[in-house]
């Protein structure tokens, strides 16, 4: 997630001297924007240009684990899609990545106008090695109610209503599951870079074994796609037509806004920086609840219940 603020930052320069290639050599230093959570910066030597990312131990609250992270980064990169692992320190935060020179990075836009190869880059990944773990974003949903539930942060107005109506989506998705496939996650159009050739996929925090139609239907949701372009991007990606597919992934990013709507409160409840996590929130919730009570929602659970 492109947002934060969680306590914790060490020095960069002391977490560069503990990385090998970066230990006693004269250094060329950037803070790369965009990301908050965690801090990224850009580190240059006579013999290395590469992307240092040093995040919080309290990302873990938010279901973030750093060794798996590690082993899919090094995993979507052999895919060819994610950019090449130089280092990682267990248990300090810190991962190092080759700095993709000339890369254009996406913005919600940029991606729109690019589905196609969006879904490419995103099927390269999906056919690459298996990842660690595996991720299932109801179950995500419920962790993080039970945070907000046992540290008393502020619930928005009218989310536990939808509970029900969120546990039925939950069932109509069981119904008839696609075949798993190593998934990032958390698609926001920032985590791609074009460098004119092809796409490259970063930061793998939330990736993990996943359906293809949740990728597609999160990436609809973080880029506010229309339906028409959701539509577009599912049939890019399977080469095909198929409104049971599309109806699929419409209802994982419904899961996905309300999900990732607890992250954003999470995050409300534990930062002192000036970010508008309540408002990041209740853009996600307000999208949710809008589509929960869509005449069209019922439809999309006849479609995925019955696999038609």
């Known amino acids: 997630m ?14 560069f001297e503990r990385i090998a290639i970066l230990a006693g050599q004269d250094r060329v230093v950037s803070e790369l924007p965009g990301g908050l959570t965690n801090h990224n910066y850009r580190v240059r030597t006579a013999s290395h240009d590469v992307v240092v990312r040093i995040s919080p131990p309290s990302t ?5 684990d750093r060794d798996q992270e590690f082993r899919n980064s090094l995993a979507a990169a052999s895919a060819g899609v994610g950019a090449e692992v130089i280092d990682y320190l267990p248990g300090q935060g810190v991962l190092v990545v080759a700095f993709i020179p000339d890369a254009i990075t996406y913005d919600d836009a940029t ?11 995103v099927r390269c990944l999906h056919a690459g090695p298996e990842f660690a773990n595996r991720f299932n974003i109801f179950a995500i949903q419920r962790r993080y109610l039970t945070i907000m539930r046992d540290k008393g942060f502020r619930l928005p107005d009218g989310y536990t209503d939808v509970l029900a109506t969120a546990a039925r989506m939950e069932v109509a998705l069981a119904a008839n599951p696609e ?3 190593p998934c990032h996650n958390d698609l926001l159009a920032a985590n791609f870079l074009d460098t004119g050739s092809d796409l490259r996929i ?3 925090e939330y990736s993990g074994a996943n359906e293809p139609a949740f990728e597609l239907g999160n990436i609809a949701q973080e880029a506010h796609l229309s339906p028409e372009q959701l539509a577009a991007l599912v049939a890019a990606y399977y080469g095909r037509e198929d409104a049971a597919l599309i109806a699929r992934a419409a209802l994982w990013s419904i899961a996905s806004a309300y999900a990732w709507t607890l992250w954003g409160t999470i995050q409300a409840g534990l930062d002192a920086g000036d970010f508008d996590f309540w408002g990041w929130a209740m853009d996600k ?4 609840r809008r589509a929960f009570a869509s005449p069209d929602f019922e439809q999309l659970l006849d479609v995925v219940g019955a696999g038609r």
Do not use: C, H, I, Q
């Open 285 to 288: 919730f307000d999208r949710a």
């Open 179 to 181: 075949e798993l496939a």
């Open 111 to 121: 991606l729109a106008a690019n589905l196609t190869r969006v879904a490419n880059a």
């Open 2 to 15: 492109e947002a934060g603020g969680l306590s914790g930052r060490p020095s960069p320069d002391r977490v």
């Open 202 to 204: 970063v930061d793998y």
């Open 60 to 64: 873990g609250l938010l279901a973030v």
